[in-house]
């Protein structure tokens, strides 16, 4: 049986959001202590933040620590997974600078989410090419470490899928070297995609739209009070949707059985308090209630873990140092085996001249 490796990351450009939590933190952690892996890297992708804020290192830099503070607070632990920032395995852009021979510019003008990224940052007439180049880069890292699964929101999707086909191009040119990786999506659609508080599409610092797992209690309410719901639901007498409304939304992503026994027990189960809202006569103000015991109650603990871990910044650093020279050692290993198979090992042990 071949080993079971994930690898995944975030870039650093921002503390990591309840989006983040649901989308993929949350899994990270049961996979880790299901014990059903061999190894986990996470990597602060602070080069991929670097392909399009060249001009601001500043603030990739000071979030590595914070993103790391993240991870640890909810419940990456060090000993089990290896924490590691990416800048600091250089065999990942020396893997990257080979791959790049394996795709095509116009392969990766076709991938959906670089597309969309593209329009997003107004960058059409001026494509930084590190950016442009960035799921090849990823490629670089999901092989690097061998991994077999990668969990990942849905906009990662067509990275992983560039990824196997790198690996499949390699694998049929200098023969079988790389494994091809999987994707592992959240199983809640609510998780797959979680808006901003204001219902729009995606969470982003620049809308102002985030709930930060770092949020204080006063900061959690009053974004939960403030959230957008159905704008027809204009009486508590109004029947209202739940679909699409990111107050329900939410509780899909955040709340279990035991919140609804603990905070709302006139209601057998969620659904049965949907139903309510859709028939009318159940206010917005009731429903932001339960969201915000909900999320009071599930955010509370990585919050003071998190106080607790920033007293000690020299600790965090230390982690990522040994995650590092770690996932460094593992990185060498592949490169190597990728160096062999294209036969430019010229100088290595036993190799023909
Ligand atoms: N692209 C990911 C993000 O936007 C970060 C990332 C870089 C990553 N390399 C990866 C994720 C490899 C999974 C696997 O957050």
Known sequence: MGKKII?????????????????????RVELQNSGGFDDIFIMIADA?????????????????????LDYISCGLDPEKSCLFIQSQVPELTELSFYYMNLVTVSRLQRNPT??????????ETSIPVGFFTYPISQAADITAFRATTVPVGEDQEPM???????VRKFNSVYGHTLTEPEILLPDNAACLRLPGTDGKAKMSKSLGNCIY?????????????????DPDHLKVSDPGKTEGNPV????????TQAHIEEFAPEYGSLEEMKEHYRRGGLGDMKVKRLLNSVLQTTLAPIR????ELEKDISYIRDVLKKGSEKAEETAA??????????KINYFEEGSEF
């Open 48 to 68: 991929q933040a670097l392909t399009d804020n060249a001009e601001h290192p500043e603030k990739v830099r000071q979030n590595i620590a914070q993103v790391a």
């Open 304 to 307: 003071a873990r998190r106080t």
């Open 248 to 255: 329900f939304t939410y509780l899909d992503a955040f709340c």
């Open 213 to 229: 797992l770092s949020d204080s209690e006063e900061e959690i309410k009053s974004k939960v009070m403030m959230m957008f719901t």
């Open 114 to 123: 670089v597309k969309a990224e593209i329009q997003m940052r107004n960058f």
């Open 7 to 27: 690898l995944t990351g975030d870039r650093p450009t921002g503390r990591l959001h309840v989006g983040h939590y649901v989308g993929s933190l949350r899994r």
């Open 333 to 342: 290993k592949t490169l190597a085996d990728v160096k062999r198979a294209m």
């Open 160 to 166: 992983i899928e560039q990824t196997r086909e790198i």
